[in-house]
């Protein structure tokens, strides 16, 4: 079983920064797959970034440019710097990852509301 608490949601103003984290707790040695997705109100949930443990990443159109996922093993935990945003970013961001044996888990979601 793997555990994802995430983590920095909160509000900001158009044009602004924020950064999530998303820290990995249990048999974290089996993921092979990370990242985040979002959902808005009404809006099916949508894949924001992903992660390979190789290192590859891979972008919605909607937030190339803008965003950055980046995972410190080390630390067990990924981050999605996000920036420039705007009021179309707003929703709940979950943390996703999959491990070696199709297991998908998620975190519990944190919000993030974008003013204009």
């Known amino acids: 079983q793997v555990q994802l608490v995430e983590s920095g949601g909160g509000s900001v103003q158009a044009g602004g920064s924020l950064r999530l984290s998303c820290a990995a707790s249990g048999r974290t040695y089996n993921i092979r797959h990370n990242g985040w997705f979002r959902q808005a109100p009404g809006n099916q949930r949508e894949l924001v970034a992903g992660i390979s443990s190789g290192g590859s990443t891979n972008y919605a159109d909607s937030v190339k440019g803008r965003f950055t996922i980046s995972r410190d093993n080390a630390k067990n935990t990924m981050y999605l710097q996000m920036s420039s945003l705007s009021s179309e970013d707003t929703a709940v961001y979950y943390c996703?990852?999959?491990?070696?044996?199709?297991?998908?888990?998620w975190g519990q979601g944190t919000q993030v509301t974008v003013s204009s």
């Open positions: 996703f990852a999959a491990d070696d044996y199709g297991n998908n888990y």
